[in-house]
């Protein structure tokens, strides 16, 4: 639907990068904000304005605009979920966002209410569900899926014949190797490896570097690196 205006859940970050997104380079015309009345502190955002989510229909017509819920991995991504299905009863075309310069197969199989950056890689023979962010420099490998409502990170990557289930979350640099399942609502912290099968609400946390004794002066002077 070519230069349908776009009406955006949300007021925070995510939110920002959308709105830029959909402005710079995509056929829709973002024309409002919107968000549950209790969480509106004005009645602008980004030079557009903000409706409550209460009355939108009453201002923004579901037949004349399309809605993207661009809220954050709160609980697992399950806010945003939730927010997806009250504007879906609402009436509303929930798009997805790919951006041009992804590398993204024909084949691709995606849901609604979807977000994938620039420099993102996807293989052939990948499904993706409803509602699932992926943000710059992540892969995503031949014959896998992911379910729905989850999110990813910079940089994340994923090997082929992978399947994810549903309200995931990968932080930067995550990784998982071939032929691995992953239950629903787990948590991969940034620099995670899995190289094995997890249930459903497991959490992998990669270990911090440890701090270096000397500081960043008396390093270089050790390496003879006068910078």
């Not at 849901?111 to 052939?124: D, R």
């Not at 014959?143 to 992978?162: D, E, K, L, R």
Request: charged share 15%; proline share 3%; aromatic share 12%.
């Amino acid at each position: 639907m070519s230069n349908k205006k776009l009406v955006i859940f949300g007021l925070g970050e995510a939110a920002e990068v959308l709105f830029f997104f959909f402005k710079h380079h995509s056929e829709y015309t973002p024309v409002a904000f919107t968000v549950d009345r209790n969480y509106i502190s004005s009645d602008s955002f980004n030079g557009l304005p903000v409706a409550a989510f209460e009355d939108l229909e009453t201002i923004y017509d579901p037949k004349t605009h399309a809605m993207f819920v661009a809220l954050g991995y709160t609980n697992l991504n399950q806010l945003r979920a939730n927010k997806l299905v009250a504007a879906k009863e609402k009436g509303y075309e929930i798009i997805s966002y790919i951006h041009p310069d992804a590398g993204v197969p024909s084949d691709l199989t995606i849901g609604e209410n979807c977000f994938i950056m620039n420099t993102v890689h996807i293989h052939p023979h990948v499904n993706i569900g409803d509602n699932v962010f992926i943000w710059s420099g992540t892969i995503l490998s031949h014959h896998s899926s992911v379910g729905n409502h989850c999110w990813f990170t910079s940089g994340v990557n994923i090997a082929g014949n992978v399947n994810i289930g549903s309200n995931c979350f990968f932080a930067i640099n995550a990784t998982v190797t071939n032929n691995v399942s992953i239950g629903n609502r787990c948590f991969l912290g940034a620099n995670s490896l899995v190289n094995k099968d997890l249930g459903d609400g497991k959490v992998m946390i990669a270990s911090s570097t440890k701090e270096y004794t000397l500081d960043s002066t008396q390093f270089l002077d050790m390496l003879g690196d006068k910078v």
